[in-house]
Every structure is written in structure tokens, then in C-alpha cells.
């Protein structure tokens, strides 16, 4: 197996790979609107590209990932999916060649921090890492797919964080280290919970408030069963409302404001603030 040690500016390395690759499955909890139309103008015309990200309304509320380079490789038919608990930067070329590192798909990772991975040059390994990755690409219970409409609702909640409460760095990211999950609750979202409801409508609202009004942060199916009779009294039409509840809860977790942690455990991606 050929290894081969990178540590920064990793950016030649990572674009060379770009540059001579027609598929390429890219996970990286973090990533920036430069680092992807880098990507994109890079890539051969025909390469098939894969994200696989950490969608969470706090990664973009502390500016950690860039709404719009999710967009750009959406516009671009490029597939992003969710995978909220994801740390992993792993970068797979042609099941050839693979990069596994500290950095995420930001110029802080690229280029600035120190950061340190390995590059590995067979084909067997590559080819492992991609299957594995796939298997989270395709993992319909803890993955999801990020579309046009869930970005359009993250920024509506976003635009009505209060002045005093946007996060505004003086200097650029270039200057910065990327801001990087933190603390066990460092990854909740504290813009406000009236930005959120204000967004939302519907079922969706309606279930956001019932989660919202349990007093502890994680919580379970079954405390979100107990507000059947108030959800059926707001709803009257649907003679389903166990599925709708799970349906509405899987549709806050697309949002980035509910985490699955198995077993019908559930975490708010919130601050009650």
C-alpha cells in the first residue's frame, strides 16, 4: 500500500485529485462556498460527485459551512446528503485513491490550520472506503437529502436571527481557524427559537412546538406520542397521526433541528432561548 503523509497547503494535492477524477465521494462536515465552486471549476465535465455533509441550522448560524456552496453543488445536479453526526474527512477518487485528514472542505482545512492526513495510492483500501461511505450515502434512517426547499428554510430562519444576535467575524475565514464541534451541547442553535417557529407552518410548526415544549433536550418518540389527542384536535382530517408525527419528526431532522440517535431517542438541535 503506498502511503504518503500530507500536512498543509494540502490544496495542490486535493485539486490534482479533483482535477484527473470522473468520481469522487466527498464527506466533510464543514464546507465553504470557495472550497466548492473550487471544486466545481476544476472537476472534468463528466465527473460524478457525491457530498456527504453535517446538516445542522447551528454549522451555518456560526457560519462553519456555507449555505451556498451547498447550493452551487445542488444547482450542478450534484447529490448532498445529510449525515448529522458525521466528524469524518474522507475524500474517495475512482475507488482508486482516497484521503483521509483533519481538514474539512474549508481554506482554514486546506490551507491555513495545521492539519495533518494521509493520501492512499490502492486501490483495494480506496475501494473499501468507498463502499463503506456509500453505505452511509444511502442510509435512508440516519441520512437524508439536502434540497433546494430546506435550504430556502434555513435561511428564512436565519434572516430573522435579531441584529444583536448575529455572529459577525471582523476578520476574514481566511484569518480564522474553522470553528469545529465543540462541547457536547456546542452545536445547538441559540439564534432564537422564535426564528425557527416564525418559519415554520403547519405540521411542521405544530410538531416543532410539541418538541419544543418537552423540558429536556434528549427526548422520545413516546413524548411526542402523548400530544396525539392535541395534534389530532389541530388536525382533525388525518386519521394517521403516529406516521405523520414520525414523518414531521424526520422533516425537523432535514432541517438540521432534530437528531436521530436510534432506538426512537431524538436530540433538539436547540437552545429553548
Not at 38 to 47: C, F, S, V, Y
Not at 59 to 87: G, M, W
Not at 144 to 162: F, Y
Request: aromatic share 8%; with cysteine.
Amino acid at each position: 500500500m503506498n502511503l504518503q503523509i500530507i500536512t498543509n497547503p494540502s490544496t495542490d494535492i486535493f485539486l490534482d485529485l479533483v482535477k484527473t477524477s470522473k468520481e469522487q465521494l466527498l464527506a466533510s462536515p464543514f464546507i465553504k462556498a470557495n472550497v466548492a465552486k473550487m471544486i466545481l471549476d476544476n472537476k472534468p465535465t463528466e465527473a460524478k460527485i457525491s457530498l456527504l455533509t453535517s446538516y445542522k441550522l447551528t454549522n451555518f448560524y456560526r457560519q462553519s459551512s456555507d449555505i451556498s456552496a451547498l447550493r452551487y453543488f445542488i444547482e450542478n445536479q450534484i447529490k448532498v446528503r445529510n449525515y448529522p453526526t458525521l466528524h469524518a474527512k474522507t475524500y474517495i477518487f475512482d475507488s482508486e485513491r482516497a484521503i483521509i485528514t483533519s481538514a474539512n472542505l474549508t481554506l482554514g482545512g486546506l490551507q491555513n490550520n495545521y492539519e495533518c492526513g494521509v493520501l492512499i495510492d490502492d486501490s483495494d483500501i480506496a475501494g473499501r472506503l468507498k463502499s463503506e461511505f456509500l453505505q452511509l450515502f444511502s442510509d435512508e434512517e440516519k441520512a437524508s437529502t439536502v434540497t433546494e426547499e430546506i435550504l430556502s428554510t434555513t435561511e428564512d430562519i436565519l434572516a430573522k436571527v435579531p441584529k444583536e444576535k448575529r455572529i459577525k467575524f471582523e476578520k476574514s475565514e481566511k484569518d480564522l481557524f474553522p470553528k469545529e464541534p465543540y462541547e457536547p451541547e456546542d452545536d445547538l442553535y441559540d439564534g432564537g427559537v422564535k426564528t425557527i417557529a416564525n418559519t415554520l407552518s403547519g405540521w411542521r410548526l405544530d410538531t416543532f412546538n410539541v418538541v419544543s415544549k418537552i423540558p429536556v433536550n434528549i427526548f422520545k418518540l413516546d413524548q411526542v406520542y402523548a400530544n396525539k389527542q392535541h395534534l389530532q384536535e389541530l388536525h382533525p382530517e388525518n386519521r394517521n397521526i403516529d406516521a405523520k408525527i414520525r414523518q414531521q419528526l424526520q422533516e425537523l431532522r432535514d432541517l438540521g433541528l432534530v437528531e436521530f440517535l436510534g432506538g426512537g431517542v431524538y436530540r433538539k438541535l436547540w437552545k429553548d432561548v
